[in-house]
Every structure is written in structure tokens, then in C-alpha cells.
């Protein structure tokens, strides 16, 4: 599972620290959270037309990486 985790989260200190890996899903989804929140803002304030392929990208990015780590503390049954 740390390894699933960590390709989603590429990069990160997180998995050397001291955290379970409960721990370090809880935090993955809060930045997946906090990512997908700035993906709306940008995309609802882009109004440049050649910007909204990337910021519609983006979105969908983020979205995806949010539901994906909802689902995978659905399976470990951890309260949300």
C-alpha cells in the first residue's frame, strides 16, 4: 500500500517521517483536498481562452487523485 501511495504523492519526505500509514493517507488527502480547491479557483477565474484546456486538465487531476485516495481510505475503513 505505501508504494500505491506513494506514486500518487511522488516526491514526498512524508514516507521517511515517522507517520503510520494511516497517518500518511489522512495527509495525502488533505493536500489532495487543499490541491483540488486551488484547481476550482483557478479554473473558475481563468479568463484567458488558451488557459482553459490546462486549467480544465488540472481539474480533472486533481479530482481524480482526491477520489482515488477516498477510495482508498473507504477500504481500510478509516472515518473521513
Known amino acids: 500500500m505505501k508504494g ?3 506514486l500518487v504523492i511522488k516526491g514526498s519526505n512524508a514516507l521517511k517521517e515517522n507517520y503510520s500509514e494511516d497517518a500518511n493517507l489522512y495527509k495525502y488527502i488533505d493536500t489532495a483536498r487543499h490541491e483540488l480547491d486551488l484547481a476550482i ?3 473558475n477565474e481563468i479568463t484567458d481562452d488558451r488557459a482553459i484546456d490546462y486549467a ?3 481539474l ?4 481524480a487523485k ?3 485516495l477516498i477510495q482508498l481510505a473507504k477500504e481500510k475503513k478509516l472515518s473521513l
Open 41 to 43: 479557483k483557478q479554473f
Open 60 to 63: 480533472l487531476a486533481a479530482r
Open 66 to 68: 482526491y477520489s482515488y
Open 4 to 6: 500505491v501511495i506513494y
Open 56 to 58: 480544465s486538465y488540472n
